[in-house]
Nanobody, 123 residues
């Protein structure tokens, strides 16, 4: 099993920045695919960004391209989401996610979820 714990959420003004972290524990060698999803009030959970170990590819939702950057530190078993130029519509609970293989988490979905961290952007 893999446990994912997010941190770094909070309240920020529009135009500001936040960095989310996702610490993985357990059988972390079995999570080559990692990513972030978010869910705003009254909306379905949606894909935000993904990164694939080995192929070193990153993927982003159109709504965050050019503003968000996903990365991972394999030595620390941690993934990050740097969020810049935040907008009110970025307000949501952000969830870290991971896959047991390196297939794209955006299209194949995750095997593991974190508990989520709230990001609130005030306009």
């Amino acid at each position: 099993q893999v446990q994912l714990v997010e941190s770094g959420g909070g309240l920020v003004q529009a135009g500001g920045s936040l960095r989310l972290s996702c610490a993985a524990s357990g059988r972390t060698f079995s999570t080559p695919g990692m990513g972030w999803f978010r869910q705003a009030p009254g909306k379905e959970r949606e894909f935000v960004a993904a990164i694939r170990l080995g192929v070193a590819n990153t993927y982003y939702a159109d709504s965050v391209k050019g503003r968000f950057t996903i990365s991972r530190d394999n030595a620390k078993n941690t993934a990050y989401l740097q969020m810049n130029s935040l907008k009110a519509e970025d307000t949501a609970v952000y969830y870290c996610a991971a896959r047991r293989d390196s297939r794209n988490i955006a299209t194949m979905g995750p095997d593991y979820w974190g508990q989520g961290t709230q990001v609130t952007v005030s306009s």
